[in-house]
């Protein structure tokens, strides 16, 4: 065969279409790929892990977990009353801390705003340090019952396997992803249920 002897035939210009239509295909498929994927993967991964996590928000009261738990023993659920009972752990309204701060505390600026808010009965603001999507089901009652009655931890403890030790810093901060690969993660090595509608609405 003499080089040169083979001749590509010239595309029909219906041809030519097809092709270019093809490639603005094949774009539009790749882009959405890699959108979708850049989606999946920062949702998988979600906050930034590697450069950890700010500082908690500053809060109306400055409330120090450290006076309350370390110093004086309380127990988390005196305050977060529906954390073995339902979804949400719940923050006490003013009224349950003026059982004490009715007396204690006289003087202190912050008591001064925790008893103005009693009076007012305006509930106080707290900025929310953990919060899921509206798409995500979060159930605090079925990690306390597991991981108290199953696995034997005490229930103090239960608490910082996701929130750390709250009493280390001034403002409470997140510590933990919390996001979906964490999750799963964690529920994967307990054999809790990972398919989509345990989590999903
Ligand atoms: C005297 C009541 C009281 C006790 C006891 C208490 N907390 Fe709190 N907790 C609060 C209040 C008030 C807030 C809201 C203000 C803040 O974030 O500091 C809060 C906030 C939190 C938050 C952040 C909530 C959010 O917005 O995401 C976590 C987590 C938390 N507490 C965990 C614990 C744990 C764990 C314990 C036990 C070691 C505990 N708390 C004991 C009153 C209490
Ligand atoms: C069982 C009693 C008790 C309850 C309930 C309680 N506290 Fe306290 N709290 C104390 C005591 C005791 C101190 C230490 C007071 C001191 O240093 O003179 C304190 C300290 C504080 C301080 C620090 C004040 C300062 O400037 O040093 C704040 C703020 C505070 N509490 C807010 C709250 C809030 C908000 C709640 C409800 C979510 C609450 N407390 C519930 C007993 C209680
Ligand atoms: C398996 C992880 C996990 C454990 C264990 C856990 N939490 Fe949480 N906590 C979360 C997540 C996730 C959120 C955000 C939930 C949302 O947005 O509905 C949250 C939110 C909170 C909040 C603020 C919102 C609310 O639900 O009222 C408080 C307070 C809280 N947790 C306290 C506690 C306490 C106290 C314990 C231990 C008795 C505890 N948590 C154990 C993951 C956990
Ligand atoms: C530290 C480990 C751990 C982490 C982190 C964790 N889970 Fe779980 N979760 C479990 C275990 C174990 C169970 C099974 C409890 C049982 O068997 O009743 C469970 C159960 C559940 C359930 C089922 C509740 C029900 O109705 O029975 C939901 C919903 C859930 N987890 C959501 C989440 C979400 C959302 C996150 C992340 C924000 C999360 N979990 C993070 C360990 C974890
Ligand atoms: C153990 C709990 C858990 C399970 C099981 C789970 N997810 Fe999620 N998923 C989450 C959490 C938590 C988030 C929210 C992450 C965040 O904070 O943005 C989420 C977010 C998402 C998002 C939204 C991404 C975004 O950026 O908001 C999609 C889509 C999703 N999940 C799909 C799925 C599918 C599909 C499955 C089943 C294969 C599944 N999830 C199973 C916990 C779970």
Redesign the pocket.
């Known amino acids: 065969m003499i080089p040169g002897d083979f001749q590509v035939k010239k595309p029909t210009k219906s041809q030519m279409w097809k092709l270019g239509a093809l490639g603005v295909l094949g774009l539009g498929v790749l882009a959405g790929t890699t959108l979708v994927l850049v ?2 993967i ?2 998988w991964l ?1 906050r930034p892990v590697v450069f950890g996590f700010n500082e908690g928000p500053d809060q109306p009261i400055a409330f120090p977990h450290v006076r309350h738990v370390t110093d004086l023993g309380m127990d988390c659920t005196f305050c977060h009353r529906n954390v073995t009972q339902g979804a949400a752990a719940t923050i006490p309204s003013a009224g349950l801390c003026l059982t004490c701060h009715k007396t204690v505390g006289d003087g202190l600026a912050e008591i001064v705003k925790l008893r103005d808010y009693g009076e007012s009965g305006r509930p106080i603001d707290w900025v929310r340090v953990h919060r ?2 509206d ?2 089901r ?1 159930v605090h009652e079925a990690h306390i019952r597991f991981f108290t009655q199953a696995r034997g931890v005490e229930a103090q403890a239960v608490c910082s396997t996701c929130h750390g030790d709250v009493t280390a810093t001034d403002k409470v901060r997140q510590i933990r992803s ?3 690969g964490d ?2 993660d964690c ?1 994967r090595d307990n054999g ?5 509608t ?3 609405f």
């Open positions: 989606f999946v920062s949702a979600g899921v999507p798409h995500v979060f919390l996001k979906m999750c799963v529920h809790a249920p990972t398919d989509c345990t989590c999903h």
